[in-house]
């Protein structure tokens, strides 16, 4: 069978899921870190998504971790099944929270002065925060 780049229990697949779990994580530090991000729940909804999908990436990468190591292989059905559907659901919850948080942000930012008059709003770190995803 051919080897496809990123597919499970590939080098290229741990770079990738690697790569998911970081950016879930530095998203999370920087929405966390910004003073005020509780007061939406689009921005708490981000959080909780990020943390989700930082669990799920991470117990991805411990699969492929113990699969590279011990030359098991991880392109069976129910396998594959199991990753597709869980990503499916990552993705699907990560382009929610991205889309209701973007919507938060450009209103606060763009739409009403909010951001100007409220100074105790970390207001730059959210567009941040959302790029990460």
């Keep these: 069978m051919k080897e496809l780049?990123?597919?499970p229990g590939t080098k290229?697949?741990?770079m990738?899921?690697?790569g998911q779990c970081l950016f879930a994580a530095s998203s999370i530090g920087v929405m966390a870190s910004a003073t005020g991000f509780s007061t939406s729940t689009a921005f708490c909804y981000l959080i909780a998504s990020m943390g989700l999908e930082f669990l799920w990436s991470f117990g991805l990468v411990c699969i492929e971790v113990h699969?590279?190591?011990f030359?098991?292989?991880l392109h069976n059905q129910i396998i594959m099944s199991l990753f597709a559907v869980g990503d499916w659901v990552?993705?699907?919850l990560s382009l929610a929270a991205a889309c209701s948080s973007a919507g938060v942000a450009v209103l606060f930012t763009k739409d009403t002065d909010f951001c100007k008059n409220e100074?105790?709003?970390s207001c730059n770190m959210f567009p941040i925060s959302i790029?990460?995803?």
Aim: aromatic content about 16%; proline content about 0%; charged content about 15%.
């Design 5 to 7: 780049y990123g597919s």
């Design 12 to 14: 290229s697949g741990l």
């Design 16 to 18: 990738l899921r690697i």
């Design 67 to 69: 699969a590279l190591k």
């Design 71 to 73: 030359y098991k292989d």
């Design 90 to 92: 990552i993705a699907m």
């Design 119 to 121: 100074t105790s709003f």
């Design 131 to 133: 790029a990460f995803i």
